[in-house]
């Protein structure tokens, strides 16, 4: 159970506090409602460039880290298609440090050209480093292409393309600050040795005077249910022959997201799981599968991909995939076989609730989504699908209908 | 008026008491010792098996990583679908990992469900057996896997980078082809399991929290106290590394490459050396974190790479490397390079300005805090610290070390060791 108080700064600035004195540590999470899924189609990637730039100094601190590091503070950020998170584990005694860059940085960027022009060829190489200068690093573009006819999903928090990043100009830096990093738009979580007196006093002194901004009302076209199986053929020179299907599956605060989250376990969740049993071990079809998800805030993709065995043909390979699928949507799954998934994802939350910067993590989360609680219901949630609800929400994901197909195949 | 421009006062995390909380040391009745760290907020634990079965050992190239990797792959009663399900069926993680030294089983499960699993454990250590149609599927499927690796520069780089330093012929140095991966028959791995993990050498590290009905030495000794293990002292003997002659090398693995993988490395003095602590507090400044030099010149002032760090080997022996890794731009290698050698030059030729030296303390500090936080990070510390034969003055020695270390030091320290003329050098695009 993480208990945790709530409260909202007149600026609209949401403040979320989890105290556990076993740590010596805190962390402060600041969580911005805007990811990729943002952004215009003709500036992919921005949202993501632009959280690098978050660390180029703010209107009145040149540098972010330095004076971090001297508090003897880490941190880190992520961008997804979702959202943009930015996390610090500081020592408790320092907590102040971070609410003095976090919500000067909030107040405004520094806007520095140099910052700009380095990062851009920063994320350029690491756009470089993971879809270029890998084998197979352009599959999930071309997916997302395949999958996504009008949702921004369909292209990844790196870009379409690197021209997007190399024309990323100051005027757009400016105005998605303006637009998107409002204390309106964004949510503090305060984790670890701190108390929710001292919090909300340094909330209010901090981030208390900035202007709250304009509520962003995201307006984005959602994807029409498919109609037709999509297939697509790649070549290029990799080494072996790699699978990947996605399905459209259900958003992440959706009722039918459990039962299709365990289906993803019954698949392909370890050693034991159907499709690496079967395809794995038995048949010697893959070398080696996997079926997972992003946990995508709207409506995202259920996946299954892997890596062929040398020699054996990407039909028979796909066949063997969708027998599988076929003998789970007739038999059925055994009460056995959803308790064995029901307690590993008790396991998999016991695990990750271990670390604190999770837990302020999750909790910045389930704020954005609205319903904060729901952080303490989720065990419930997977322990009240039955075995009917998950076969439907099978049947109801698996069509073919629903299906888009890669045939990654090589030179 | 709040004064934005000023930071707020903080104590300097180098000057915080740090307290390594203590482990426990037990003995089980056929002497494998057993630390444990009991405690947490969640009902987790962890229980690692480390036997000294790591790459050192075979006789063979590859015999250790595969009895690791299918020690859980069959026992004369439970086949590998078994075994898994069983695992599984208890939300339990079984992770076995092969070291140079050591290989490593670690359990981790919620705690109730700890008594359950301990028997299965105690089948996979003593009676695995290693079907021959397993070692097939590993062998096809490590051979794919290495496939694809193969064209990736950073996979290919490190692979030859150690070869350099310690010659193909060391434990450090050696990597696996697909033919080694053929060459592996099932009584390699049954010859090797019989004797460095059925009747080999073992430590015991766990940590989490129990019901508190349950102590762990009990359960452990219930479960492994009996087998013969521990019989005789086995020490390490490693083999003198054989250092390549030529330094400088640039490979062209991929023609449409477009980032180079980029390593130097230097032979290093081990854990055990008086300098070796201070060196740990020279490559934080140098390219240990985030607001490094390497970084700040590399990354955040030119934007050649997504990230540059240095580091040094984490080996058991006294022979070790430090070592610098990055990605860069193929076009701006050589200039990463030049940057790489005039970064190692200020630190032999300039002192460090206190400020810097002060900023690299507290941050070495804070990081340190953090990493002691709930009992597996403490635990990792301990097993850092034992396996190393070291005792916990050593923890507090690196922390004196970090308060106290001073510019004169680590200057020195920096003639010593980071000298460009004795690094190797090695290019992959």
Redesign the interface.
């Known amino acids: 159970m993480v208990k945790f108080d709530r409260f909202s700064l007149s600026n609209g600035l949401r403040v979320l506090v989890h105290r556990d004195e076993t740590t010596p540590m805190a962390v402060v999470n600041v969580m911005y409602d805007v990811g990729a899924r943002d952004e215009d189609p003709s500036k992919t990637g921005f949202a993501h460039l632009f959280e690098h730039l978050m660390f180029g100094g703010s209107v009145n601190i040149p540098d972010y880290d330095e004076p971090l590091q001297m508090a003897g503070g880490e941190n880190n950020a992520y961008t997804t298609n979702d959202l943009t998170n930015y996390y610090i584990q500081i020592p408790a005694e320092n907590l102040e440090t971070a609410f003095w860059l976090e919500s000067d940085r909030m107040l405004s960027l520094a806007f520095s050209k140099k910052s700009l022009d380095v990062q851009r060829k920063v994320v350029c190489e690491e756009f470089k480093e993971h879809y270029i200068n890998k084998p197979y690093g352009n599959a999930w573009h071309e997916m997302r292409r395949l999958a996504y006819k009008v949702h921004p999903y369909q292209w990844m928090t790196i870009g379409k393309e690197l021209r997007h990043i190399e024309e990323a100009t100051l005027e757009d830096v400016k105005s998605f600050f303006f637009k998107h990093y409002r204390p309106v738009n964004a949510i503090l979580v305060l984790a670890g040795n701190v108390d929710s007196d001292r919090v909300l006093a340094l909330a209010e002194k901090w981030f208390g005077g900035i202007p709250s901004g304009e509520k962003y009302i995201r307006n984005i076209p959602q994807e029409p249910e498919q109609q037709e199986e999509r297939k697509l053929e790649l070549r290029a020179d990799v080494p072996l022959d790699a699978f990947y299907r996605t399905y459209h599956m259900g958003a992440r605060m959706s009722d039918v997201y459990y039962a299709q989250d365990l289906l993803s376990e019954i698949l392909s969740g370890g050693g034991s799981s159907r499709l690496f049993q079967a395809l794995v071990k038995e048949k010697q079809l893959f070398s080696n599968i996997d079926c997972f998800h992003f946990g995508s805030v709207e409506p995202g993709l259920f996946t299954i991909q892997g890596k062929l065995v040398q020699g054996v043909a990407m039909e028979v390979a796909e066949k063997a995939i969708d027998e599988q699928l076929n003998i789970l949507l007739q038999d059925g799954i055994s009460a056995e076989e959803l308790e064995k998934v029901k307690n590993k994802t008790e396991s998999l939350i016991a695990f990750e609730d271990m670390s604190v910067m999770n837990r302020a993590n999750s909790l910045a989360f389930y704020e954005l989504m609205g319903e904060p609680n729901r952080m303490n219901e989720e065990l419930d949630r997977y322990q009240a699908v039955s075995a009917n609800e998950l076969m439907e929400a099978a049947h109801h994901l698996l069509r073919p209908s629903n299906a888009n197909t890669i045939h990654y195949l090589k030179n | 008026m709040?004064n934005?421009?000023e930071?707020?006062?903080?104590?300097?995390?180098s000057s915080?008491p740090l307290h390594l909380k203590p482990c426990n040391k037990s003995t089980l009745h056929n002497n494998v010792p057993v630390y444990d760290v009991m405690g947490?907020?969640?009902?987790?634990v962890q229980v690692e098996w480390v036997f000294r079965a790591g790459n050192l050992f075979e006789s063979k190239n590859g015999v250790a990583a595969a009895v690791s990797h299918l020690l859980?792959n069959g026992t004369s009663t439970l086949n590998?679908?078994q075994?898994?399900?069983k695992?599984?069926?208890?939300?339990?993680?079984l992770n076995r990992a092969c070291y140079n030294e050591t290989a490593v089983v670690t359990l981790?499960?919620?705690s109730k469900h700890l008594p359950v699993l301990l028997p299965l454990i105690r089948e996979l250590l003593t009676d695995a057996s290693f079907p021959e149609e397993e070692l097939q599927?590993y062998q096809?499927?490590a051979q794919?896997?290495l496939?694809?690796n193969?064209?990736?520069?950073d996979f290919v780089a490190n692979r030859l980078i150690d070869t350099y330093v310690y010659g193909f012929e060391h434990p450090y140095g050696k990597y696996l082809s697909a033919e080694d991966y053929a060459h592996l028959q099932r009584s390699d791995l049954v010859e090797f399991y019989q004797k460095y993990f059925q009747n080999g050498h073992c430590t015991i590290f766990a940590a989490g929290l129990l019901p508190e009905s349950t102590s762990i030495v009990p359960l452990l000794n219930q479960y492994f106290g009996d087998l013969p293990l521990n019989k005789n002292e086995m020490n390490f003997v490693w083999p003198a590394p054989s250092r390549a002659q030529e330094h400088k090398y640039s490979i062209v693995n991929?023609p449409?490459?477009?980032?180079g993988a980029i390593r130097l490395a230097t032979p290093m003095i081990g854990r055990k050396h008086p300098d070796f602590q201070k060196c740990l507090v020279l490559n934080n400044l140098f390219g240990g974190?985030?607001?490094s030099r390497l970084m700040s010149n590399i990354?955040?002032?030119?934007?050649?790479?997504?990230g540059i760090y240095s580091y040094i080997q984490n080996h058991l022996s006294q022979d070790t490397a430090w070592m610098i890794a990055t990605?860069?731009?193929r076009t701006v290698c050589d200039a990463t390079l030049r940057e790489v050698y005039f970064e190692m030059n200020a630190l032999c030729e300039d002192l460090v300005e206190d400020e810097e030296l002060?900023?690299v303390r507290?941050?070495m500090?804070?990081?340190i805090?953090?990493d002691l936080?709930?009992p597996?990070h403490i635990i990792a510390r301990w097993k850092n610290i034992i396996l190393n034969e070291l005792n916990e003055s050593y923890f507090y020695e690196s922390m004196d070390t970090i308060r106290s270390v001073s510019p004169e030091d680590l200057r020195n320290m920096a003639q010593k060791y980071l000298q460009p003329s004795s690094f190797y050098e090695l290019v992959v695009v």
């Open positions: 709040l934005r421009k930071a707020p006062a903080i104590i300097h995390t915080l947490g907020t969640q009902e987790v859980k590998a679908f075994i898994n399900e695992l599984e069926f208890f939300g339990a993680y981790s499960c919620l599927i096809q499927n794919q896997k496939l694809v193969l064209q990736k520069c991929d449409n490459g477009v980032q974190f985030f607001g990354r955040e002032d030119k934007g050649y790479t997504y990605e860069a731009g002060q900023l507290n941050y500090m804070g990081s805090l953090g936080d709930g597996f």
